[in-house]
């Protein structure tokens, strides 16, 4: 019987390893696809059934001096801040010192409404708070250096009226998750990144992850870029800490965050309990502080992140003790679709491996009939022209950009994150939508 059985154990190993190399191999594929087409620049680990069976990084760390992404590299965060910021506020209603039934004005007794508006509403994106990079002097002050006090923070958007009646409707909130951080500091009288370091990332090791990325002071920190190819970087400046706070500040590494998931899978910061309840979707699939969605009928519990010049994505999926990490030090909103791709490839279903544009030759009075002057506002314009039968934007006073046609009245660059579209009103073009990173504008044609 030993002989058998040896057989059998052999052929399970067999199969195993096999399916482990097979899953590496279309991940990696997947990922390279992904890197052609300058969508994702970073680092990628996938963890199966407590095993490492993916761990790559691609392109640079800083292109101007040629360091490239590693394991160890310290990236940016964003929005990924918000899982951590609901599991203190967990953690602290496990060690009695808060509710999340609790109205916010228990804790800022001056906050208008706060009598009406939960702890759970905000952890939910139900509080209906005004989201505050919807004012033009949020989005020029994310960019600057200023340390924000809280009550600079809630300046933004404490005193706008309340979108909808608390616990009525989702609508992602920054504001809301900001609001949180404040609450955290009022209950524990500690800082926020402090009371972070104290709760979560000391007891789970993460000593590679932090608040300020700015100040850090680490070789493997990444430089930010709006668009990366191997001839062309553009380096630009991540957002404000301080105003970013408890809805985008933190960095990590794919380690750390490694590390963050075992804690979550093992309860090492709050029970099964309240991690049960923590993935239990309220309104719009959101729980507190994660996503419940479902891929190809799977439920998986993400989150990402995106703020300028990197971006995150983090799934898991306890059934299948599945854990996708992918960090990113270029603005991209490709970075869901990869991981979603990447966890249908290890499960066997249907995904699709993106390619690169194809260009068609538009004839020169076409080319021309997109010509003219649009604007977004007095301080956003765009000119389109056309050169040596091809079509050229520019923005204010920058240089030209080549753009190249994916099919009539729609254009693409390779040269930076940048898609452009004609709208047209009675066979007339009156604007151009402006997809560029993380925004897109709508300009209209003045000329």
């Known amino acids: 019987m030993r002989k058998p059985l040896l057989t059998i154990l052999s052929y399970l190993l067999i199969s195993l390893s096999v399916k482990a190399q097979s899953n590496h191999s279309k991940i990696d594929s997947l990922l390279n696809a992904y890197v052609a087409i300058h969508k994702f620049n970073g680092s990628a680990l996938v963890i199966k059934d407590g095993e490492k069976v993916y761990e790559k990084s691609f392109g640079y760390q800083n292109a101007a001096i040629k360091s490239l992404n590693t394991k160890n590299s310290v990236f940016p965060i964003g929005s990924l801040t918000k899982p951590f910021t609901a599991l203190l506020i967990l953690k602290l209603a496990e060690e009695k010192k808060l509710s999340v039934n609790d109205p916010v004005n228990k804790y800022i007794p001056d906050y208008p409404k706060g009598n009406e508006i939960l702890i759970k ?4 994106h139900t509080a209906g708070i005004y989201e505050a990079f919807r004012k033009s002097t949020y989005r020029e002050q994310v ?16 005193d706008e009226p309340l979108d909808f009646e608390p616990g ?3 609508s992602y909130s920054n504001s ?11 209950v524990t ?9 104290q709760y979560i990332f000391k007891p789970l090791k993460m000593q590679k992850s932090g608040f300020n990325f700015g100040e850090l002071k680490d070789k493997n920190k990444v430089s930010g870029y709006s668009f990366i190819s191997p001839a062309k970087q553009l380096e630009i400046n991540f957002w404000n800490p301080t105003l970013t706070y408890a809805s985008g500040a933190l960095y990590s590494t794919t ?7 075992k804690g979550l899978r093992d309860f090492k910061i709050i029970s099964k309990e309240t991690f049960n309840q923590a993935t239990t979707p309220f309104l719009g ?17 993400d989150h990402g992140g995106n703020v300028a010049g990197a971006t995150s994505y983090f799934l898991m999926m306890p059934e299948h003790k599945i854990c996708i990490i992918l960090l990113n030090n270029i603005t991209s909103n490709s970075l869901e679709k990869i991981g979603n791709s990447m966890y249908a490839a290890m499960q066997n279903k249907p995904y699709s491996i993106p390619q690169p544009k194809k260009e068609i030759q538009l004839e020169e009075p076409k080319l021309l009939s997109y010509t003219g002057i649009f604007e977004v506002s007095e301080n956003y314009r765009v000119e389109i022209s056309t050169e040596a039968g091809k079509l050229y934007m520019k923005i204010n006073d920058e240089g030209k950009i080549k753009m190249s046609a994916e099919r009539e009245g729609v254009f693409f660059t390779n040269d930076a994150d940048i898609d452009l579209e004609f709208i047209f009103k009675d066979n ?3 604007q151009l939508k402006i997809k560029q990173g993380l925004s897109t504008k709508l300009a209209d044609k003045i000329s």
């Open 121 to 124: 509403h905000l952890l939910t």
């Open 176 to 186: 809301g998750y900001d609001l949180l951080g404040i609450i955290i500091e009022k």
């Open 143 to 158: 960019t600057t250096t200023y340390a924000f006090r809280p009550e600079e923070k809630m300046a933004f958007f404490k």
């Open 428 to 430: 007339k073009i009156v």
């Open 285 to 301: 699939g959101y729980g507190y502080g994660w996503f419940i969605d479902t891929i190809q009928g799977d439920r998986v519990i």
């Open 255 to 261: 380690g750390d965050l490694l590390k963050f998931y």
């Open 168 to 170: 009525s409707k989702f």
């Open 189 to 197: 009288g500690l800082s926020y990144q402090t009371a972070l370091s």
